[in-house]
């Protein structure tokens, strides 16, 4: 359970009023965490391409390696309790993490995702890394679309230990992927 310690005059939502919430008008995402409202800019022309490269990258992975897992894209959602939802760019769930799962809904995921744009860094890289964290995520890549670097942090028990980055030139391994190796160029280039 993620708990957001926040001023008693910040309203805070069910999930059941956050569903009736209507879209904003600009196409901002909405994401719930410990009841409070989160809003981030609409992704950008960048963060839609990096997010393609890595659709089209990691479903080859998982069928070159017979992977039974499933790469779930934007839209679809991490969401617990009554009070917390996410949706990353991207994550994975394994066959087997995903037997252990409510088929309803997604409450964890082995590998998570985050492009993070210049409007939303701050969020991706705190509140939104350490909520997955306490939802046990085992791997969560972020991709800073500016920096043209991957940070990739491994779970520790509920935190996230240090992240390991790589820079445009290098490559990105994975421990949820086993075998996984890519050119981190492959992302931002097209």
Same mark, same amino acid.
């Given at each position: +359970? ?12 069910? =999930? ?22 989160? +809003? ?13 490269? =890595? ?45 252990? =799962? ?18 939303? #860094? ?10 997955? #964290? #306490? ?26 230990? #240090? ?28």
């Amino acid at each position: +359970m993620v708990w957001v310690n926040t001023s008693p005059l910040v309203k805070t939502y069910t =999930l059941e009023e956050f569903w009736e919430l209507p879209e904003p008008p600009d196409h901002s995402k909405l994401e719930l965490i410990a009841g409070v409202l989160y +809003m981030t800019p609409p992704p950008g022309y960048t963060h839609d391409n990096a997010v393609s490269r =890595l659709i089209r990258l990691l479903s080859e992975y998982l069928i070159k390696s017979g992977d039974a897992g499933t790469l779930y894209v934007p839209r679809a959602a991490i969401w617990t309790s009554a009070n917390t939802y996410l949706e990353p760019d991207l994550f994975y769930v394994s066959a087997e993490t995903e037997a252990r =799962l409510d088929p309803e809904h997604r409450t964890t995921a082995d590998l998570v995702i985050e492009v993070i744009s210049p409007g939303s #860094a701050i969020y991706d890289r705190n509140t939104k890394a350490d909520t997955y #964290a #306490a939802l046990e995520v085992k791997e969560l890549w972020l991709v800073d679309e500016t920096a043209e670097t991957i940070e990739v942090r491994n779970q520790t028990g509920k935190a996230f230990g #240090a992240g390991l980055i790589s820079k445009k030139d290098g490559k990105l391994s994975s421990v949820v992927l086993p075998n996984l190796l890519l050119d981190v160029r492959q992302i931002f280039e097209g």
